[in-house]
């Protein structure tokens, strides 16, 4: 009896198995303890099962790709129009033309008096020949506009019986909207606003943002891909993020990038890069 003894202690127990470390969460439903299922709501198990499955990286790397493919779109868009005279009024058909429009008031005399609209000013138009090529009588609000006056240096003229004649020296179409101010008196007074457009820097700040909106595109174009390799989790989350910024469709665009990056955290695990930091 006592070698029988000796026998069975001599024989090695057989390793344990370090497939599952966390036994108690993974016997069978005979064992396992129901309380480990428990302390997990049916939200969180519904996550993790999303976050194993390659289809949840596919899918957010689709809707990343066709979000930033939108931006880059909008970017080609806007390059491709021409900003100058979009800028100057210069849609089809004008053909070299823009509209003088502006607002006629009375000087200020008082905190009680002047400041009001001035109606029946004649406003006209010169070439620089000092012939007249346009005018207009402000209305009761004070405004005026002359239509299709050629983009060249001319001349606004502006008189009203009893006030100083006002000539304002300008590019049609750089100014959206001219403030002119009688004065009571005689004689003539004289400004240069050809000078004062802004035209060039306006164009080239559209210009700037319609290259960045075309390079954020393609950079969200580029994280999808990476999203849907799997190799680089920070890189496709750097590139989805300057995605955002190209603003395909509004907010459309951004959307389908936000989700898609949702969606690629989600899966996070199953990049190949990816360590808990």
């Known amino acids: 009896m006592a070698c029988v003894n000796l026998f069975f202690l001599m024989i090695r127990r057989s390793?344990?198995?370090?497939?599952?470390?966390?036994?108690?969460?993974?016997?069978?439903?005979?064992?396992?303890?129901?309380?480990?299922?428990?302390?997990?709501?049916?939200?969180?198990?519904?996550?993790?099962?999303?976050?194993v499955d390659s289809a949840t990286r596919m899918a957010g790397a689709l809707m990343i790709f066709i979000g930033s493919l939108l931006g880059v779109l909008l970017g080609i868009a806007l390059i491709s129009t021409n900003v100058g005279e979009i800028l100057a009024g210069q849609l089809d058909g004008s053909d070299g033309v823009a509209n003088v429009d502006g607002i006629v008031s009375t000087a200020l005399e008082d905190s009680t008096t002047g400041g009001e609209p001035a109606e029946g000013v004649r406003v006209g138009i010169l070439d620089s020949d000092e012939l007249e090529i346009g005018h207009d009588f402000t209305d009761s609000g004070g405004r005026f506009s002359i239509d299709d006056v050629p983009r060249r240096s001319s001349t606004l003229l502006v008189e009203h019986p009893g006030n100083r004649s006002v000539r304002i020296t300008l590019v049609?179409?750089?100014?959206?909207?001219?403030?002119?101010?009688?004065?009571?008196?005689?004689?003539?007074?004289?400004?240069?606003?050809?000078?004062?457009?802004?035209?060039?820097?306006?164009?080239?700040?559209?210009?700037?943002?319609?290259?960045?909106?075309?390079?954020?595109?393609?950079?969200?174009?580029?994280?999808?891909?990476?999203a849907y390799r799997g190799d680089r989790y920070r890189r496709t989350w750097w590139l989805s993020f300057f995605g955002l910024w190209s603003r395909g469709m509004l907010f459309i665009g951004p959307m389908f990038i936000l989700l898609g990056m949702g969606m690629t955290h989600l899966a996070r695990d199953q990049f190949t890069d990816y360590t808990e930091d």
């Open 15 to 51: 390793p344990r198995s370090t497939l599952f470390p966390y036994s108690t969460l993974f016997r069978s439903v005979g064992e396992a303890d129901d309380d480990e299922y428990d302390n997990h709501s049916a939200m969180e198990l519904w996550l993790h099962d999303l976050s």
């Open 172 to 226: 049609p179409g750089d100014h959206a909207q001219i403030s002119v101010t009688l004065t009571p008196g005689e004689g003539v007074d004289e400004f240069d606003m050809s000078g004062e457009s802004h035209l060039g820097e306006s164009v080239l700040i559209a210009s700037t943002i319609a290259a960045l909106t075309l390079l954020a595109g393609l950079a969200g174009m580029v994280g999808g891909l990476e």
